[in-house]
């Protein structure tokens, strides 16, 4: 059974970092396209990141480049994103999710078939 369980959200304040994690079961990440989005309340879930199960395509929203960085541990079959650099519009729910598609990633989630029940990030002012 494929199973994604997100861990690592909290409580941060302007300027912090968090590291989330994706721990995958039932299936091997570097065979799955797989990201990471959030969603914010009373907003609409967006992509924020994701890599292709080769790892050659990474994408990211422009709101999070040079702050956040997806990455991927196969050895744990394990699902990253460094955060830094937080700030109070990044408060969400953040969820990661998987497509059996290994050539390449979308940030649209209706590419994602695979979801986690996601994690809460919440930025301080």
């Known amino acids: 059974q494929l199973q994604l369980v997100e861990s690592g959200g909290g409580l941060v304040q302007l300027g912090g970092s968090l590291r989330l994690s994706c721990a995958a079961s039932?299936?091997?990440?570097?065979?799955?396209?797989i990201g990471w989005f959030r969603q914010a309340p009373g907003k609409e879930r967006e992509g924020v990141s994701c890599i292709s199960g080769s790892g050659f395509i990474i994408k990211y929203i422009e709101s999070v480049k040079g702050r956040f960085t997806i990455s991927r541990d196969n050895a744990k079959n394990t699902l990253y994103l460094q955060m830094n650099n937080l700030k109070p519009e990044d408060t969400a729910v953040y969820y990661c999710?998987?497509?059996?598609?290994?050539?390449?990633?979308?940030?649209?989630?209706?590419?994602?078939?695979?979801w986690g029940q996601g994690t809460q990030v919440t930025v301080s002012s």
């Open positions: 999710a998987a497509e059996n598609r290994r050539g390449n990633c979308k940030l649209p989630d209706n590419y994602y078939n695979y």
């Open positions: 039932g299936f091997t990440l570097d065979n799955y396209s």
